[in-house]
């Protein structure tokens, strides 16, 4: 099985010369990689030739494939010749400088477990013993994102008119013509 094993999106140094993507075959069989496409969740893809062995790494840097990556929030999908999502990895927030967003482990249920570590180009993964493991369970070929349900959705609909409501109100009291209008506030006349 190929799968995206590392990744480096916000490399100390040029993006464009330091950027890499790394994919790793798991199987016990070479794979034909002729037609399989690999993209971002932006606009950016490339469409990948050649054969990976059993147990070998696919080095893909951004100098030659032109596979820029964004720094924050990015989402990768490795897809095969039919079309079919085989691989899927995601990190929510800022990348850490330096860093690559690294497969601890994967096991068939879907389950990811990836974690931010010093950067392994074209060999194993060396992911410290107290590195930060994110799970993701994102089973092959259903999409990352959560639709919200109706509860979910009218607790943070509740959640923002109370916070607008409160820095209006602030708004109100701290303006003072403002206060007077809607307060009734009277003003003493001499």
Known sequence: MVYINEWLPNPTGSDLANEFVELFNG????ANLSGWVLKTNGKSKITL????????YALLRRKDTKLALKN????????????????????MSLAIEGKSFSR???DQSGAQHFAWSAPT?????AVAAD?????????????????LGISEFSGLAFASALAVTALLMFALKKH???????????????
Do not use: C
């Open 121 to 125: 180009p074209g060999a194993k993964n």
């Open 49 to 56: 030739t050649g054969t990976l062995g059993a147990g070998e």
């Open 104 to 106: 601890v482990s994967y």
């Open 27 to 30: 199987g016990d069989k070479a």
């Open 72 to 91: 924050s929030d990015e989402k990768l999908f490795l897809y095969d010749a039919s079309g079919r999502l085989v691989d899927q990895s995601a990190f």
């Open 176 to 190: 003072e013509n403002l206060s007077k209008l809607f307060f009734a506030r009277d003003e003493e006349i001499w």
């Open 131 to 147: 590195a930060g493991i994110l799970r993701m369970i994102n089973p092959v070929g259903v999409p990352l994102g959560k639709n």
